[in-house]
């Protein structure tokens, strides 16, 4: 069992930084693969960003790459996402999650924190 809990979301301008933990609990954290998704009002959940286990390997959905990073730190088992340059339209719920694969796929993620607002003001 792997429980995920977020934090780092609020209300930014548009250009601005915000840095998301996922904080997690359970001794299987560093073996499951680990993703951030969001959902804005009346859309569905999408993929942002994941990385492997080890963090070897990370994968950006287009719209953010070159703005967003995704790390993790197994020793604390806490996995972040940067992000910079924020538009409005990255306005949404963003959401941590755990897969034992890496995968893109939302439907491939068996644990869900609780989600953390993003505002971002233009």
């Known amino acids: 069992q792997v429980q995920l809990v977020e934090s780092g979301g609020g209300l930014v301008q548009a250009g601005g930084s915000l840095r998301l933990s996922c904080a997690a609990s359970?001794?299987?954290?560093?073996?499951?693969?680990m993703g951030w998704f969001r959902q804005a009002p009346g859309k569905e959940r999408e993929f942002v960003a994941g990385n492997s286990w080890r963090g070897g390997n990370t994968y950006y959905t287009d719209s953010v790459k070159g703005r967003f990073t995704i790390s993790r730190d197994n020793a604390k088992n806490t996995v972040y996402l940067q992000m910079n340059s924020l538009k409005p339209e990255d306005t949404a719920i963003y959401y941590c999650?755990?897969?034992?694969?890496?995968?893109?796929?939302?439907?491939?993620?068996?644990?869900w924190g609780q989600g953390t607002q993003v505002t971002v003001s233009s």
């Open positions: 999650a755990g897969s034992p694969r890496f995968s893109p796929r939302i439907n491939e993620y068996d644990y």
């Open positions: 359970g001794r299987t954290f560093s073996s499951y693969s």
